[in-house]
Nanobody, 115 residues
Framework: QVQLVESGGGLVQAGGSLRLSCAAS????????MGWYRQAPGKQRELVAN???????VYASSVKGRFTISRDNAKNTVYLQMNSLKPEDTADYYC?????????WGQGTQVTVSS
């Protein structure tokens, strides 16, 4: 059974940092893309960052230069280091894993940035 276990969300003041982790288990096929999406209240879910097998990365323009995505292929774990957080970064953050056959989502972790 596939599981994506997220951790690292919480409450932080503007300008602070958080690090999200997502550990994937039970995935049979090769993982092609790992990433993070977020959804703020009343808004659509949006891509934050993706990392493709290897090290190619994609970032939303709103987080570029502040967030860094990385992955540990041996552990099937993806990380999101979030620095210089802003109140507009407040959202539920979802881990996303794509293989050649399926797409999986984590349960979400809440990030709240106070001004």
């Amino acid at each position: 059974q596939v599981q994506l276990v997220e951790s690292g969300g919480g409450l932080v003041q503007a300008g602070g940092s958080l690090r999200l982790s997502c550990a994937a288990s039970g995935i049979i096929f090769s993982v092609n893309v790992m990433g993070w999406y977020r959804q703020a209240p009343g808004k659509q879910r949006e891509l934050v960052a993706n990392i493709i097998s290897g090290s190619s990365t994609v970032y939303a323009s709103s987080v570029k230069g502040r967030f860094t995505i990385s992955r540990d292929n041996a552990k099937n774990t993806v990380y999101l280091q979030m620095n210089s957080l802003k109140p507009e970064d407040t959202a539920d953050y979802y881990c996303n894993v794509r293989t050649s056959r399926n797409t999986y989502w984590g349960q979400g972790t809440q990030v709240t940035v106070s001004s």
